[in-house]
């Protein structure tokens, strides 16, 4: 047998296998609609037709076995661990789960759209002490009147955070920049406290507040939002 006739006999049996299986596509889900548990996770079901199967669920994300990071399988159901809204940029797309029914084989396809999508921001907090944040942005944050840093180490809260950088590599330090802090998809609110370290080791310090503004608002919630918002700003005015 040749190369050639075996290619040929291996592509004949590729294509005679995908032909047994059926694509069903399935309603389209938008994420801001979708239920949130009370352990901040949101799910939804593969959809087969068959409710007693106990087989095997394949699932794909854009046609590829690697899932989105902050998820779970459990059988037929997708789960979208709490926190996965901070990186909702990264999951929009087609889910699919492939099952071998009694019926036949079929792979259920749906779509996941974001509507509210995370976006960039830069903030001068050189005279603030309060950050009001939107859950899933990225915040580039100027903290002090300084010319050049060569780094900067924060907490949240006293604990050490991976999404906290500084912005900037290391052959660029000795540059003028305008930002000292990157948050990357912002998680959650508490108290910063930031190590600014300039040339010849010297040490500046940053506190600041992260504060969380939830999901939607709407239009019957809007009041009491206003009001909440004034008065936070209002009470760490009174702190100052």
């Given at each position: 047998?040749?190369?050639?006739?075996?290619?040929?006999?291996?592509?004949?049996?590729?294509?005679?296998?995908?032909?047994?299986?059926?694509?069903?596509?399935?309603?389209?889900?938008?994420?801001?609609?979708?239920?949130?548990?009370?352990?901040?996770?949101?799910?939804?079901?593969?959809?087969?037709?068959?409710?007693?199967?106990?087989?095997?669920?394949?699932?794909?994300?854009?046609?590829?076995?690697?899932?989105?990071?902050?998820?779970?399988?459990?059988?037929?159901?997708?789960?979208?661990?709490?926190?996965?809204?901070?990186?909702?940029?990264?999951?929009?797309?087609?889910?699919?789960?492939?099952?071998?029914?009694?019926?036949?084989?079929?792979?259920?396809?749906?779509?996941?759209?974001?509507?509210?999508?995370?976006?960039?921001?830069?903030?001068?907090?050189?005279?603030?002490?309060?950050?009001?944040?939107?859950?899933?942005?990225?915040?580039?944050?100027?903290?002090?009147?300084?010319?050049?840093?060569?780094?900067?180490?924060?907490?949240?809260?006293?604990?050490?955070?991976?999404?906290?950088?500084?912005?900037?590599?290391?052959?660029?330090?000795?540059?003028?920049?305008?930002?000292?802090?990157?948050?990357?998809?912002?998680?959650?609110?508490?108290?910063?406290?930031?190590?600014?370290?300039?040339?010849?080791?010297?040490?500046?310090?940053?506190?600041?507040?992260?504060?969380?503004?939830?999901?939607?608002i709407s239009s019957s919630q809007l009041p009491q939002f206003v009001y909440l918002i004034v008065f936070t700003i209002i009470g760490y005015i009174l702190r100052l």
């Amino acid at each position: 047998m040749t190369r050639y006739t075996y290619l040929f006999i291996l592509q004949i049996i590729s294509c005679s296998f995908a032909a047994t299986w059926v694509k069903i596509t399935k309603p389209t889900i938008t994420w801001e609609d979708m239920e949130v548990s009370l352990e901040g996770e949101k799910k939804f079901f593969c959809g087969e037709f068959d409710s007693s199967f106990t087989g095997r669920y394949h699932w794909r994300f854009n046609g590829s076995s690697i899932l989105p990071e902050r998820t779970q399988i459990h059988r037929n159901q997708f789960v979208f661990l709490a926190g996965a809204n901070a990186i909702r940029n990264q999951l929009p797309g087609e889910y699919e789960c492939c099952v071998r029914e009694t019926l036949g084989n079929a792979c259920y396809s749906r779509m996941i759209v974001v509507q509210n999508r995370t976006d960039n921001h830069n903030i001068d907090m050189t005279n603030s002490t309060l950050l009001l944040a939107d859950e899933g942005n990225t915040y580039y944050i100027r903290m002090h009147d300084v010319k050049r840093v060569e780094g900067v180490k924060c907490t949240l809260d006293g604990v050490n955070v991976d999404n906290f950088k500084y912005p900037f590599l290391g052959r660029q330090t000795k540059k003028t920049v305008p930002y000292h802090l990157k948050i990357e998809n912002i998680e959650r609110g508490g108290e910063v406290n930031c190590d600014l370290r300039l040339h010849k080791k010297e040490i500046v310090q940053k506190t600041f507040d992260i504060r969380l503004l939830r999901g939607f608002i709407s239009s019957s919630q809007l009041p009491q939002f206003v009001y909440l918002i004034v008065f936070t700003i209002i009470g760490y005015i009174l702190r100052l």
